[in-house]
């Protein structure tokens, strides 16, 4: 799997409602280029990206390969490594003081909607063990495939 990482405006997590507001923000929205292209043969299906520091934060959610959090350099290469035990990760994100956070989430029609709980996983800056919580959702399994954090960093 080849992964090119953008930069620039070139994708929007929103879409602004059309009309005069929308095409004065397609107006000063600079083309995306690309930043680095991951390579690495151990990341064929990226379900989770952060940019942290100098690099990247990813997770794979590839078969025999959703077991680490890869950390990338600005070029997009992998530094290091740091294993954990998932099921179906989905998203990572980063807070305010570097902690990852890397929500297993996903209970796909191939996992038959079965989990009878998530988790999410806690790296804090500096640590090589992440720590595990796990839930469950109160009105029974999702397949969910974002993870948000509040102002604070408390995961939603």
């Known amino acids: 799997m080849l992964v090119t990482v953008v930069g620039g ?11 005069a507001a929308a095409a004065r923000v397609a107006a000063k929205a600079a083309p995306a280029k690309t930043v680095c292209t991951i390579t690495d ?10 940019a942290s520091g100098s690099g990247y934060v990813v997770v794979n959610d590839a078969s025999g390969r959703h077991d680490e959090f890869f950390f990338l350099d ?3 290469k992998v530094k290091k490594a740091i294993g954990y035990s998932s099921r179906d990760p ?15 989430i996903g209970d796909s ?10 988790a999410l996983w806690k790296l804090r800056k500096g640590a090589d063990d992440p720590t595990l919580y796990r839930m469950t959702y109160p009105d029974g399994p999702h397949d ?8 604070d960093g408390t995961p939603i």
């Open 109 to 118: 029609p191939a996992n038959s909607e079965r989990r009878s709980t998530v």
């Open 74 to 76: 600005s070029k997009c």
């Open 9 to 19: 405006l070139g994708v929007a997590a929103w879409a602004p409602a059309p009309g």
């Open 144 to 151: 969910a495939g974002a993870l948000l954090l509040a102002g």
């Open 41 to 50: 043969e151990r990341l064929t299906a990226i379900s989770g990206m952060v």
């Open 90 to 104: 989905e998203d990572v994100t980063q807070t305010a003081d570097g902690t990852i956070w890397v929500a297993d």
